[in-house]
C-alpha cells in the first residue's frame, strides 16, 4: 500500500505563489503516476495536474503555464508549484498515487489553500 500526506497549503493574495508538497510513503516503488487534485466548496474534486514516471507532465487548461508539477528522485516527495495565483485557485488540494496494477492510494486529508483579492 501507498500513502500520501499533503502540506504546503496557506493563505495567499492574488498573484502569489505556493507550492504544495505530497509525501508519499510505504510501496513507493509501485507508483507510476502522482497526480494532483483539487476541490472548492460545493464542487466536485477535480483534475489539475499529472507526473508519469517517465517524465511528462499534463494540467487542466486554467492551471496551464502557471503551475508546474515536479518531484525528487525516487517518488517520496511531489511538488506542485502555484504561481499567478488567482481566487478561482482557492480549494483543498489533493493527491494521489496511481499504483501498478490500476489501483490508486488512499485519498489523504488535504492541504487548503486559500487566495484573497
Known amino acids: 500500500q501507498v500513502q500520501v500526506v499533503e502540506s504546503g497549503g496557506g493563505l495567499v493574495q492574488a498573484g502569489g505563489s505556493l507550492r504544495l508538497s505530497c509525501a508519499a510513503s510505504g510501496r513507493t516503488f509501485t507508483i507510476i503516476a502522482m497526480d494532483w487534485f483539487r476541490q472548492a466548496p460545493g464542487k466536485e474534486r477535480e483534475f489539475v495536474a499529472r507526473?508519469?514516471?517517465?517524465?511528462?507532465?499534463i494540467y487542466e487548461d486554467s492551471v496551464k503555464s502557471r503551475f508546474i508539477i515536479s518531484r525528487e528522485k525516487g517518488w517520496n516527495t511531489v511538488y506542485l508549484q502555484m504561481n499567478s495565483l488567482s481566487p478561482e485557485d482557492t480549494a483543498a488540494y489533493y493527491c494521489?498515487?496511481?499504483?501498478?496494477?490500476?489501483?490508486?492510494?488512499?485519498w489523504g486529508q488535504g492541504t487548503q489553500v486559500t487566495v484573497s483579492s
Open positions: 494521489r498515487a496511481t499504483l501498478q496494477g490500476a489501483s490508486y492510494s488512499d
Open positions: 507526473l508519469t514516471w517517465g517524465g511528462d507532465s
